[in-house]
């Protein structure tokens, strides 16, 4: 509901929309329909050869301060993979690759009542060149071993917390 949060006119024609949240259907000359959808976003939880795994310490809200994997939204068009891709050299330095697809969460950018909805896909990766430097939106990278994860109150966003679970449920963490 969030994506159509506050619009009245339409961005084409300049006429009312009528406006349910779900979906807003101008009432002008164009007739055109906007659609509320969660926005695709793409994280990684990069893992090291001792089994670790990085999170950046968010450097902007929401969440400023708190730990998440690196990561961010897909541009329009764009292919998840090449997306984190593009996102882990951005916010980490580092090339990257995929090992396995772990799982998708839904969750919200935010508090706010206008907070997009998203749509959150995570894979693990492996480092294929580079040494993690933080940039971008990041303040701080850390590894991170199973048993040294941050709380939960640490953690940017309720999807980091379940991906962490999946990610360590393997390692035989409980």
């Avoid at 995570?122 to 048993?147: H, I, K, N, Q």
Wanted: proline share 6%; aromatic share 8%; net charge negative.
């Amino acid at each position: 509901m969030a994506i159509l949060h506050g619009w009245t006119t339409c961005p084409r024609c300049a006429g009312t929309l009528a406006n349910d949240g779900a979906r807003a259907v101008c009432q002008g000359t164009c007739g055109s329909t906007y659609y509320a959808n969660s926005s695709p976003c793409v994280s990684a939880l990069i893992e090291d050869s001792d089994g670790r795994v990085l999170l950046a310490r968010r450097a902007v809200e929401p969440y400023l301060g708190r730990w998440d994997p690196p990561g961010g939204f897909l541009e329009e068009g764009e292919h998840p993979e090449d997306g984190l891709r593009r996102e882990l050299l951005e916010e980490t330095g580092l090339r990257c690759e995929p090992v396995r697809f772990l799982g998708v969460w839904m969750d919200v950018y935010g508090d706010a009542p206008e907070a997009a909805a998203t749509l959150n896909l995570y894979w693990t990766m492996r480092v294929v060149s580079g040494e993690p430097v933080a940039a971008d939106d990041v303040a701080e990278l850390r590894w991170f071993a199973v048993d040294e994860l941050p709380r939960m109150d640490e953690l940017a966003f309720t999807t980091v917390k379940d991906a962490l679970a999946a990610w360590a449920e393997p390692k035989g963490s409980g």
